[in-house]
């Protein structure tokens, strides 16, 4: 039996990866952080299975790195954590380079000095967000990076540690460069699933209006329990290399929205443009979606577009095994059925919702 251990198995990618590893009969180890309010429920239901392990760990902390790496001396690691919020890096640059960039660091040098160079095989979950200020569309395995936020500076670095780790010592660690992959369990301030729960609030009569910031940016869309897959191929390949990890089609935040409110069962018109632009009920002429500079970002990165060619022919991944039709419908249902048994009683959910809508949180 294969052991694995992955940081950040809270987040998104983390439970469907957990998940993913347990059907293929790993043991699988996972980190946690220490807080007031036990925010675990991507993982709830795995908790007590027989090949589930959590310890706690914090990539800002190299001694309890070290620690958990010693600890489980893992078959493979899956680094997955990370301030993995974009806007959120303007406002918090320092923390998020200790933990994207020199985190990383802290896992490779973990490994090493633990006696696992030889062994242990290593995934970065690096991102799209490197080729940032694009300079070439789509972009593939050899489009020059240009990083355009704190966070993508921070996970460059995290980029070039590997290879180097990999170069320098021969050690098996690869990057997938993932593009955006959402589901019904992302996080709720990205951009994806701001709109699909205020989607659903708004055909219940549970929210009144949307404020959204740029909606020409364009992005790559996939989903996500089809990208864990492919972490897991990266790191079966005979070699270790790195790998663009996206769908091969690109749609505008503005589709999105219109998708989201059409499987909802509202069609959309919109009307003006830039900040003034409104996304108007055909059906009724109320305003359900307004443009709010308060989620425009200092650089904003708004064409990206992935090229997966060579993760089609190396690691034989489908890359459009879910379509883009298809994802936003696994998200407005989810969260139509969510949202139905919401009550106002949810003080947590129900006030996140209303910062949500005036933007006190983004
Ligand atoms: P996510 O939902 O935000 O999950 C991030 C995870 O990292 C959470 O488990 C979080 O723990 C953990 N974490 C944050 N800071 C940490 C720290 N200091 N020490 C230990 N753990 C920490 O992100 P995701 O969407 O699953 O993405 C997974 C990874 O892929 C991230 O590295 C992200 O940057 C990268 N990525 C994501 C995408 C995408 O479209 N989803 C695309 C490309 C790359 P808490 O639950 O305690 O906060
Ligand atoms: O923004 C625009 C925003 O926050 C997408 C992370 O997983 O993917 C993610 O980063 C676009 C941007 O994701 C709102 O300006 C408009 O252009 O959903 P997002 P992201 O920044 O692409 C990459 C690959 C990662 O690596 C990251 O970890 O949508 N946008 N209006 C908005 N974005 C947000 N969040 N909120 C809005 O209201």
Redesign the pocket.
């Known amino acids: 039996m294969k052991t694995a251990l992955i ?8 439970s469907y990866l957990a998940e993913f590893l347990i059907d293929k009969g790993y043991d699988v180890h996972g ?3 220490r ?1 007031s309010v036990d ?1 675990r429920e991507r993982i709830t239901h795995l908790e007590g299975h027989r090949n589930f392990h959590l310890h706690y ?4 902390d190299s001694m309890s790195v070290m620690q958990v790496v010693n600890k489980v001396r893992p078959d493979e690691i899956y680094n ?6 974009v806007q959120v890096s303007f406002d918090s640059p320092e923390f998020t380079a200790d ?2 960039a020199i ?1 990383v660091l802290r896992i490779l040098e973990a490994v090493r000095l633990c006696g696992l160079g030889e062994t242990c095989r290593i995934y970065q ?4 967000e490197l080729y940032g200020k694009v300079e070439e569309v789509p972009q593939n395995e050899n489009t020059p990076f240009h990083p355009y936020s704190p966070y993508a500076v921070a ?1 460059l670095y995290g980029f070039w540690i590997v290879k180097e780790y990999r170069e320098a010592y021969g050690m098996f660690c690869c990057s997938g460069i ?5 589901s019904e369990r ?2 709720e301030t990205f951009v994806t699933r701001k709109i699909t729960l205020a989607a659903a609030r708004i055909a219940q009569g549970k929210q009144d209006k949307l404020y959204l910031g740029n909606l020409s940016s364009m992005r790559d869309w996939g989903y ?1 329990k089809d990208y864990v897959e492919c972490m897991w191929l990266i790191l079966q390949h005979e070699r270790p290399e790195d790998f663009v990890i996206a769908t091969g089609e690109q749609h505008s935040v503005r589709e999105f929205a219109t998708l989201a409110f059409r499987n909802v069962g509202i069609d959309i018109e919109w009307q003006g443009s830039g900040a003034d632009e409104k996304g108007i009920d055909k059906a009724t002429g109320s305003v359900l979606v307004e443009v709010s500079p308060d989620f425009y970002r200092p650089t904003d990165v708004v064409n990206l577009w992935g090229d997966p060619t060579k993760a089609r022919a190396e690691l034989h991944w489908n890359p459009q095994k879910t379509t883009f039709e298809q994802l936003v419908k696994i998200m407005t249902d989810a969260d139509m059925a969510k949202v139905a048994v919401e009550r106002a009683g949810e003080s947590v959910r129900t006030n996140l919702a209303e910062y949500l809508e005036k933007g006190i949180v983004k």
């Not at 940081?7 to 983390?14: A, E, K, P, R, S």
């Not at 979950?125 to 799209?128: G, H, L």
């Not at 993932?178 to 959402?182: A, R």
Request: proline residues 0%; hydrophobic residues 35%; negative net charge.
């Open positions: 940081t950040g198995v809270t987040g998104q990618d983390g980190t946690i952080r807080s925010f760990a914090d990539l800002g997955l954590a990370a301030q993995s919020h933990v994207d985190g979950a690096s991102t799209s996970k993932l593009f955006n992959h959402e992302r996080g996500a």
